[in-house]
Structure formats: C-alpha cells, structure tokens
C-alpha cells in the first residue's frame, strides 16, 4: 500500500520516510482493565495484515477453524446481550455435538457501525448483567481521537515540506494515502454470565473482539473487515455472519459446522430463521411469521435439494473460507471501490442490494469447483421483523428489487455453470432444473400485478355476471386503489403517508377475502348443480371431487386446531396466521412490487438512516437513473416530492378513480 509514499520521498535523505514510519507504528495493545486490551488502528484495510504497519491480533494463538462475526449499527444492548449469550451457548454445546471442536477452535469478532452511531446503552453499567464493554473503555476511543488529530498534524507539516520539492501531482497522490484513525479494537476476555450475577453462573470464557469503526461505512464494508482483514490473518475453516439482534439456538452455529465438515463439496449452508415475538393480533407481522416458515420449509427445502440455495442470507449463515476466496469475494465487494462506486449502473446498483445472492451464486459457477449451498433445517435463529406496514414495505423495496436483479444476472450469467465449473453432469442436469424455476419466478414477477387482477375479476364476473353494478363497482374500486399505488410510490416516503397504506391494504385484504368467499361459494353452487343434472355419473363424481379436496384442506386444518390447540403444538399457531397471510396477500403482490418497481433508482437500504456511502451510491445511482428517464422526480428532495405532490392528491385520486371505473365498464 505504501510503495508510493516511499517513492515519492526516496530520493530524500531518507528522514521522510522514516517519519512515516514513525506516524504508522504508534499504536500497540495496551491494557485498560483487567480482562479489555484495546488497540486503535490506522490506515486502510490493505494494510491491516502488513508486517510492518498492521496489527497482529492473537499473538502465537492456534489456527481457528471458525470465526464468527456479529454485525451491528446502532442496535440496543438488548439486541447485542441476544446474539452473543446464542453463540456463547452453541460454545457451550460443542464438546457433546461437534465433531471435535473445542473453545480454542472458535473466534467471535462484534463489528460496530460507527463510533459516534452506537447506542449509549452498549456501554452503560448493570447491576443484573456482566456488561461487554464499560464507559472506560469508551474513554479510551476518545484518546486516540485525539492521537489522530495529532497524527493528521504531523502529515499536514509533512505534505507542506514535500510540496516544495515534488509535483503536486504526486503530493495530492500521498495526501489521499495519509493513515487515518480506522478502528477501535477491543480485546475482551470477561466472563459473561448465563442470568443474573446474583446466580454466580458463567459461560466459559472465549475469544471475542469488538472492533468499532470510527467512520459508518455500511454493513458490506464491515465485512469487509471480516474476510479481506481479520479472516485473512487468522486464515480459519468456516466463518459465520450474523446480525445483531439475531438469536441463534444452543445447537444452531454447531448444526452448520457439522454440515460441512462431512460434506466438503458444501461451500456454504443457511438454517431457518424464526421471526421473534411476532404479534398473531397483527396481521402485518403474523403474515411475516407465516412466509418465514413457509420460505424455509418450502422453498429453501426444495433449492437445497437441487444443491444451489439462491440466497444465503446475511442475518445467519456459514461460508467455507476456501470456497469464498477468488471471485465470490471479489464480485461480493465490488461495489466497496471507489472505482467500481462511481461506474456502477442502475441494473448493478440494485443487483448489489442482494449481494448474499451474488456471492452464492458466484460460488457454485466458480471456475473447476463443485461447491454447492445447502439449508439445514436442524440449525434455527431468531430475529427481529418489521413491526409496522411503512417499515416493512421499505425493507421489502430493498428484498424485491435486489433478489429479482441478482435472479436476472444469475439467468444471465448461468452459462458459466455448463462452461466453467467443475460440477459433474448429472448435477449439472439438475440444476437445469432450478433454472427454469428460476425463470418462472422472474416471469411471475413481472406478471404477479395482473395476475392478481384476472384472479379477482374473473371470480367478480362469474359470480355476478359481467354486466352487473357489483362487478364494475368492485373493479373500479381495486384498480383505483391500485393506481393510487402508483401515484404514491412515485413521489413520497411510505413514512409521510402511513394512513394512506394503511387504508389500502385494509380495502386490499377485505377486497381479497370477499373473492375468496365467492370462489367457495360458487364451488359448492356448481358441485350441487352438477349432483342434479343429467350428467353422467363419473363427471358428477369427479366434479364433486375436486371440491371436496379443495375445502377438505380448510377441515382438517380447523381439525388440527382443535386437536393441538391445547398442547400449543406450533402447526395450530401456522393454520391459524394463514388466514392473515390471505388477508396479506394482496399487500404482498400489489403494494410491495408497485413500490419497489417505481423507486428503482433509491439503493439504499432503507432500513436505518443513510450512511454516507450508500448516499453517495444512491446519487450516482439516480444521476444515472435520470439520463435513462428524464424524470423530475429524481431530482427533487423527498421532502420537496411529499409537498409537491400532497397538493395534487385530490386531483390524482379523482382521475384515477374515473380511468378505473371506464376500463372496469368496458373490460
């Protein structure tokens, strides 16, 4: 990384660089307290593992075979307490359910967001809990803030004496290479109790760092830290990713591990992730509940059987370290460049909003490897969901248009598979398979909105007729709330105008569940006429078939209510949020995918306030965006668009009800 500096003042009597040596090896580990070694580091990520300027974190420590990394921004000390006492369980479990592995074997690494981002109460003393980090150890950020400032000093001082020597061209070179304050590192050893102090239980002590970022780069910067600084040093077997606030079980992590040590052909496995204290009063996060088990069991169950899960996801899963090395990684951090950031085009932008797609997908065509993905049904985590509609359309913006970019390029790029992977033919077969699912899924999506509309009026016209006053009223009254989708998701923030989708999505599900009903109705309707007719006898018994099975599913579901309701078996809890998931349905297929369609050119994730970086991705993003569409709404602040189209509302709302009763009366 230095081999510029150096040339630039080569020439010199050599006092040039060895001030720079002096300004990049300051820093060593010191103690703070008892069981806390801290240690800041300056300059980038490239020179973390240097031999003369990086930082050797476990000095003559044993090889480890997994490193675990906790990812976090400004998340609660609640949601932190969560994820480590999980993995401090699984540490617990090893020696009954691993194969092999000790407490030696495992490093635990918390990467923290940005310093001046973190929630005051990851430092705050309690009486019931050992605490990870206490206001002393913050204290001692605060001290090498102030070494930097120093440090920052003695470059400029420096720089003004090379500018009279050397162009300005290679003094402006050198100035963007001055080692800044990076990290914080804390190197802990305390115990962590398994309750309350009072009760004098611990977990077995291991090695965990907190690393605090001064600056909030993004998630994919941290783990960044992760793979191309820490896990590089320390070289392990496995490493596992997980979000803060993620819980896994006390055999979860172990159930990864052993996945892939009997399968070496395994590059990276994923378990099933609950949704934590999801309200069944709420249909919003009841309806989550249900498509995270149906997501598992279903769809994750039948990719693993291909031997390609299209997303391993970034809240818990496990990667070989070997498999990831090369281009996975290298397309996993594209976009973490200053060169790639300023080139990147709307398609790639949004592909990268699903990056855990790109890097899977990367390892099972990666060049003469076989590496496949598989989910592992026995590893289970908890996390935290979305409680409110606003918040949970914003992320799902994020979820939709990152998985359906990322499926585009994998449909495009899926020709390495055949040319350039070291797969056998027969797996090769199978996994042709899943790529027309895949394209029926991308098909789907791009179709889902009218999909949903053909559903809902051919079931309106059959029961009531075509030329009926429901049917064009009932039509008008969806395609103006799907228009006024449309007008709302172009101009404003879901957070500005909650009621508004409030509102819809109540008018959506009661829309829904009333075809629904109709399409019941008029099952038992056609089997009665039929039983009637003078039909022969095997089209009646067929047709009264076919209804049967159907709403036999609605009986033996009530039945199984009944019968594991008083042993709170979790299937009763299933059947009994499916009906919120229909009610959902609608939301689900026309908000969600009309929301995230129309802010294509909005990249950041929308889960928390912006960072700098992806602010600066989303505005190269929309510049682009806006040669392509010529649209004033880009270039107007959300504020500007909340006020300039909540005046023209009424009007909007108006046409788009006239427009929608027109193309329901003469459909």
């Known amino acids: 990384m230095w081999g510029n500096t150096q040339s630039v003042s080569s020439s010199t ?119 990870y980090l206490t206001e002393e150890d913050a204290k001692v950020m605060d001290v090498a803030i102030e070494d930097n400032r120093r440090r920052t000093k003695a470059w400029k001082r420096h720089m003004a004496v090379l500018r009279t020597k050397y162009s300005e061209r290679d003094v402006i070179a050198l100035t963007k290479r001055i080692p800044m304050l990076q990290l914080h590192l804390f190197k802990c050893n305390r115990l962590i109790s398994k309750g309350s102090i009072a009760n004098e239980s611990y977990y077995t002590p291991f090695d965990i760092i907190f690393a605090v970022k001064e600056n909030n780069m993004g998630k994919l910067n941290s783990h960044l830290w992760i793979m191309r600084g ?176 990322a499926g585009l390029y994998a449909l495009k790029e899926w020709s390495r598979l055949y040319t350039e992977s070291g797969h056998s033919f027969g797996r090769k077969i199978i996994l042709t398979l899943e790529l027309i699912y895949m394209s029926v899924n991308v098909l789907m999506t791009l179709t889902q909105l009218a999909n949903m509309f053909l559903t809902f009026a051919i079931v309106l016209n059959s029961e009531f007729g075509r030329e009926s006053v429901t049917s064009y009223a009932l ?16 101009g404003n923030d879901p957070r500005d105008n909650k009621e508004v989708y409030q509102i819809c999505y109540i008018f959506y599900g009661v829309l829904f569940m009333f075809t629904m009903f109709c399409c019941s109705l008029n099952d038992f309707l056609i089997a009665s006429n039929v039983l009637h007719d003078d039909s022969s006898r095997c089209i009646r018994s067929l047709c ?10 609605l009986f033996n579901r009530s039945r199984a209510v009944l019968r594991d309701y008083s ?76 006020s300039s189209y909540s005046g023209r509302l009424p009007t909007f709302f108006m046409l788009a009800a006239f427009f929608s009763f027109l193309f329901s009366r003469f459909s």
Not at 475 to 490: E, G, S
């Open 475 to 490: 039509n008008a009254i969806y395609l103006t709330i799907t228009a006024v989708q449309f007008i709302y998701a172009l």
């Open 230 to 405: 820490f896990a590089r040093q320390l070289n392990p077997d496995f490493i596992t990713l997980l979000d803060v606030g993620t819980k896994p079980m006390p055999t979860a992590l172990i159930q990864l591990y052993n996945e892939m040590e009997e399968n070496p052909q395994i590059g990276g496995c994923c378990g099933e992730i609950l949704a934590l204290n999801a309200s069944k009063a709420s249909p919003v996060q009841s309806s989550q509940f249900f498509e995270y088990k149906v997501s598992h069991f279903l769809d994750k169950a039948m990719e693993s059987s291909f031997g390609y899960v299209s997303v391993l996801p970034g809240a818990f899963s496990s990667y070989r370290y070997e498999a990831l090395q090369g281009t996975p990684l290298d397309k996993y951090f594209l976009l973490e460049s200053d060169e790639n950031r300023l080139v990147v085009e709307p398609f790639s932008a949004n592909m990268y909003l699903a990056e855990d797609r790109i890097m899977g997908f990367e390892m099972l065509v990666k060049k003469d490897c076989n590496y496949t993905l598989h989910y592992v049904n026995t590893a289970v985590a908890t996390t935290d969901i979305p409680s409110n509609l606003n918040f949970l359309i914003r992320q799902r913006r994020r979820w939709q248009n990152g998985s359906f970019f």
């Open 567 to 642: 042993h709170y078996d979790p299937i009763s809890v299933n059947i009994l949020i499916a009906f919120d998931r229909s009610f959902m349905l609608p939301t689900f297929m026309n908000i969600f995918i009309i929301y995230s369609f129309c802010n294509i050119h909005d990249i950041t994730w929308g889960t928390r306030d912006s960072n700098l970086i992806n602010n600066e991705k989303a505005q190269h993003a929309m510049e682009v965006s806006y040669s392509f569409s010529h649209s004033v709404i880009l270039a107007t602040s959300s504020s500007d668009r909340s």
């Open 13 to 131: 009597d050599g006092s040039s660089s060895l001030e720079m040596q002096k300004l990049l090896s300051g820093a060593t580990w010191r103690r703070v307290s008892k069981d806390v070694d801290y240690r800041p580091f300056f300059g980038d990520i490239n020179s973390f593992n240097d031999p003369e300027y990086g930082i050797e974190l476990f000095p003559g420590r044993k090889k480890p075979k997994v490193i675990v990394s906790v990812t976090m921004f400004n998340e609660t000390y609640k949601e932190l307490n969560d994820s480590i006492r999980g993995i401090a369980d699984n540490i617990e479990n090893l020696p009954e359910f691993s194969y092999g592995m000790t407490i030696d074997d495992i490093v635990v690494f918390v990467i923290l967001d940005g310093r001046e981002k973190m929630d005051e109460s990851i430092f705050q003393f309690r009486q019931d809990t050992k605490h």
């Open 544 to 553: 009264c078939m076919c209804v049967l099975l159907r709403h036999n599913r």
